[in-house]
């Protein structure tokens, strides 16, 4: 199905150029020049993802983004200027998916769309067929399997749970004693140092290039973050 952009850019050239290439690429594209009538058409109309300038007249990209952000989860990258870093930080905490920076090759902008396509498209087979995702850890949990980068991951059934539990709680913090509890069912407080090994054997499995998977919080417990 053909996907629908919005372009909110005032530089009517750019704004041109890009429409030109985003057609040229199959997708539908709606045009504004202007932030408050961008932010009304976003309101309005189903996008599949919104292109914002962040210096516009009317009313600016971030402003745009954050307005839409309070009501919709649509993908949003932001087109800053060169230099602008307060605008990606302001940005990014304003609800935006990506930002790109100016001038930027056509190439450049087609791949961050495309990459911010595929993630809502994931996110959305994720919950319809119960999995949990995060970043590149795929957890069914109904055939129990756990595929990490792309292939099968080999765990024994109590690395799969601690990985579960940790993975479901994305972003907080898991405390020994839950993690006891709900993995190793101990209901007292116990002197071991079984989660650590476990989360050892994990770290192991887990090896990425990128930022480790499970983090250390001292003297409180473990968190994956997203
Ligand atoms: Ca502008």
């Known amino acids: 199905m053909q996907k629908k952009i919005l372009l909110v850019e005032d530089e009517k050239n750019i704004a041109r150029f890009i429409e030109l290439e985003l057609r040229h690429e199959q997708f539908e594209v709606i045009v504004s020049h202007d932030g408050r009538e961008g932010l009304n058409l976003a309101l309005e109309q189903p ?117 579960k539990l940790l993975c479901e709680n994305k972003n907080r913090v898991c405390e020994r004693d839950m993690i006891l509890q709900s993995v190793w069912g101990y209901t007292t407080e116990v002197e071991t140092n079984v989660v650590d090994v476990y989360i050892r054997h994990l770290r192991a499995k887990l090896k990425t290039e990128l930022e480790p998977y499970i983090e250390t919080v001292r003297g409180v417990g473990y968190v994956v973050r997203e």
């Open 47 to 163: 996008f599949d993802c919104l292109l914002l300038d962040v210096m516009l007249p009317g009313l600016n990209g971030i402003e745009i983004c954050r307005r839409i952000r309070a009501q919709s989860n649509v993908p949003i990258l932001l087109i800053t200027a060169r230099d602008a870093v307060m605008d990606r930080v302001a940005g990014l905490d304003a609800g935006a998916d990506d930002y790109i920076v100016k001038p930027f090759a056509i190439e450049e902008l087609l791949a961050r769309i495309r990459s911010i396509l595929r993630r809502v498209s994931t996110k959305v087979e994720a919950e319809a067929n119960n999995l949990i995702k995060v970043r590149d850890i795929i957890i069914n949990q109904q055939s129990y399997e756990v595929i990490f980068e792309n292939k099968k991951l080999d765990l024994t059934k109590t690395e799969y749970d601690l990985l």
